[in-house]
């Protein structure tokens, strides 16, 4: 393949050289303009190879006089130092560059030729004719070059589909991770049959316990043949009231006053006995439905890893047969501003464009990434945005990048906090972040109580939620994992509440997630709305579902997320609508400024003093 690749190459150069010669055939009027123009084409990008300039050459040596010859050389003399000085400062050179560059080399050697012996002043206009001559045709063949490199990339697609081919996941491994998805599916239904608790002894349960009962008081009494024989029913049925009593957490002073088994005088060792048995029977009920949360844990584990494959599996779709004429006009352009591009694919994602290819430059030194975008922003005929991991400066190590669709609206956010009074540390923990997918992400977590400890909890919440969403998994289930971890290793009373906001910037959609947490407010203009709901906080149950809110933020809406501390000890009757009052009368459109606002005029209203810790957030979108 390298040697096929060798030849082709070996081939282009000739054909190159071959052109060039034959540019010093074509004489238009007593002069050469295709020999500059040429030239000038094949110098873009510092392209000007030695086959073309021994091509060029020898044509003018071969058709054209001494006088011309000597003209000529000197014209692509100083277009070729002067497209090299133009790389060399400005790391690219396009068309328009090369071509101003061969049209005025060509006029100021025509005008030093003829200057000691001008015979007329018509001398002058032929002189300032040739350049622009030499300019136009060089546009010309430049974007005429271009009708046959794209032809040979898409010649080159057609021909190694090996190459250019979906990188990331082929049409056996897709399926593969399909298989895969379902087996893993498969096992969390199997673990979800066996996480059912039991949550009340059965009747199985109470005969176990009358057996273990009378085994060890009743078959060691010395009476037992006579207290039963005599009294069975009697007896069997007092023992189970006992143990029914029992089962309903009847003290033991309860069972005493009232004895359900008469004239027996071991009835004391035998309400001992029952309460004991009932203490490991619960112990052990305890364990097994602790063991049915955990196979609950495994079994959501399993499902979202499941549903990751899936994601996986038509996450993105390969679009590069659809659009083989843009990834030649891609190419062409990243090679216009002095780079390459290698294993370039176009996806669609959501019905919007990504393009991820290895970038580098043609030679020492950096580009800044952003010209890159820019190269594609002209193919696409788009605005373009980075992904979210890049380098900002391009070298000769190639660079893997994507590049997205821009975003319709960007988002600025804004941060009031106040920790409690003779507290040292804020028990409250938020988080903003971007994904690629063009979705903003906000978290908002209050720790129960204050200080460090609540810190720890509400940040582990908020850094296990983040985590979980940026390795791919979706909202609710990355919501589900982070509940459950928090269950496993929570301590017994201890958890944390969460406001969970997602806003779509390609469409304004705002999607609110709420676990426990207070209320949070959309402010659009002067007009306010509340949005709540009632939900346990994080780590009070396993088996915990996720209910979302939603909503559409227009550019110049504000997303007010709060804590509890911020409006449980606000001094008056009604405390929402005292605060939507408070979010509406702020004329600012600064998010920092709506933040500060409201902290301090919530404190205002609360004496001056944090009764809890405090936190505000404020995300304001605004269209691009």
């Not at 010309?140 to 046959?148: E, K, Q, V």
């Not at 097994?288 to 599996?313: P, S």
Request: aromatic share 10%; glycine share 8%.
């Amino acid at each position: 393949m390298k040697q096929k690749r060798e030849f082709r190459e070996l081939v282009k150069e000739l054909l190159k050289g071959i052109l060039a010669f034959l540019c010093g055939y074509i004489d238009i009027m007593g002069v050469y303009p295709l020999v500059p123009a040429y030239f000038a084409v094949c110098s873009v990008g510092g392209r000007a190879s030695f086959s073309v300039m021994a091509g060029a050459v020898a044509g003018m040596y071969c058709f054209m006089t001494m006088e011309s010859m000597l003209k000529y050389s000197f014209v692509l003399l100083v277009i070729g130092l002067g497209v090299k000085m133009y790389i060399w400062a400005n790391r690219f050179c396009n068309n328009w560059v090369a071509a101003i560059f061969a049209g005025c080399a060509t006029t100021i050697m025509n005008y030093a030729g003829d200057a000691f012996y001008i015979h007329h002043p018509r001398v002058l206009l032929e002189g300032l004719y040739e350049g622009l001559m030499v300019l136009g045709i060089s546009l010309c063949m430049h974007y005429l070059a271009r009708i046959p490199f794209r032809l040979n990339y898409i010649l080159e697609m057609q021909q190694n589909n090996y190459k250019y081919m979906p990188s990331v996941l082929k049409e056996n491994q897709t399926h593969r991770m399909e298989s895969f998805a379902y087996a893993v599916n498969g096992l969390s239904d199997a673990f979800m049959m066996l996480s059912q608790p039991k949550e009340k002894l059965p009747m199985e349960e109470v005969s176990v316990l009358e057996q273990e009962l009378t085994g060890k008081l009743c078959a060691s009494c010395d009476g037992c043949a006579i207290c039963w024989n005599e009294n069975r029913m009697k007896r069997q049925g007092g023992i189970r009231a006992l143990l029914h009593a029992v089962i309903n957490h009847s003290t033991k002073e309860e069972l005493l006053r009232e004895p359900y088994v008469n004239d027996c005088y071991r009835y004391e060792n035998m309400v001992d006995e029952a309460l004991q048995a009932f203490g490991r029977l619960e112990l052990n009920y305890a364990w097994y439905n602790r063991l049915c949360e955990n196979r609950y844990v495994i079994a959501q584990q399993l499902d979202a890893m499941a549903g990751l494959m899936e994601e996986w599996a038509k996450s993105k779709i390969n679009v590069d047969k659809k659009y083989k004429s843009l990834m030649a006009q891609i190419a062409y352009e990243v090679k216009e501003k002095g780079m390459l591009v290698e294993d370039l694919h176009i996806y669609e994602e959501n019905k919007r464009l990504c393009i991820e290819g290895y970038v580098y430059t043609k030679w020492d030194g950096g580009i800044p990434v952003k010209q890159y975008v820019k190269a594609l922003e002209v193919a696409v005929k788009k605005p373009l945005r980075l992904g979210k991991e890049h380098k900002s400066v391009l070298t000769q190590e190639a660079a893997f990048l994507s590049i997205y669709e821009d975003t319709v609206f960007y988002g600025l956010q804004g941060i009031a906090t106040e920790k409690k009074n003779g507290s040292l540390i804020n028990g409250d923990s938020y988080s903003f972040f971007a994904m690629d997918d063009g979705n903003y992400h906000i978290c908002l977590s209050d720790g129960m109580g204050s200080g460090s400890k609540a810190n720890q909890e509400s940040e582990m919440v908020v850094d296990l939620l983040q985590k979980f969403i940026e390795a791919g998994f979706r909202k609710e289930i990355a919501i589900k994992l982070m509940n459950s971890a928090m269950v496993l290793q929570g301590e017994e009373n201890t958890y944390s509440t969460l406001d969970y906001a997602m806003i779509d910037l390609y469409t304004g959609k705002l999607e609110l997630i709420k676990i426990g947490g207070a209320a949070t407010f959309i402010k659009r203009g002067e007009e306010v709305e509340c949005v709540d709901q009632g939900t346990l906080p994080a780590g009070a149950d396993v088996r915990m579902e996720v209910e979302s809110t939603k909503k559409e933020l227009r550019s110049g809406d504000f997303l007010v997320m709060i804590t509890d501390g911020v409006i449980e000890y606000l001094n008056v009757r009604n405390p929402k609508e005292t605060l939507m009052d408070i979010i509406a009368m702020a004329k600012t459109d600064n998010a920092g400024v709506l933040a500060e606002t409201i902290l301090e005029q919530v404190k205002l209203r609360a004496g001056g003093y944090a009764m809890d810790d405090m936190t505000v957030l404020v995300t304001g979108i605004w269209e691009k």
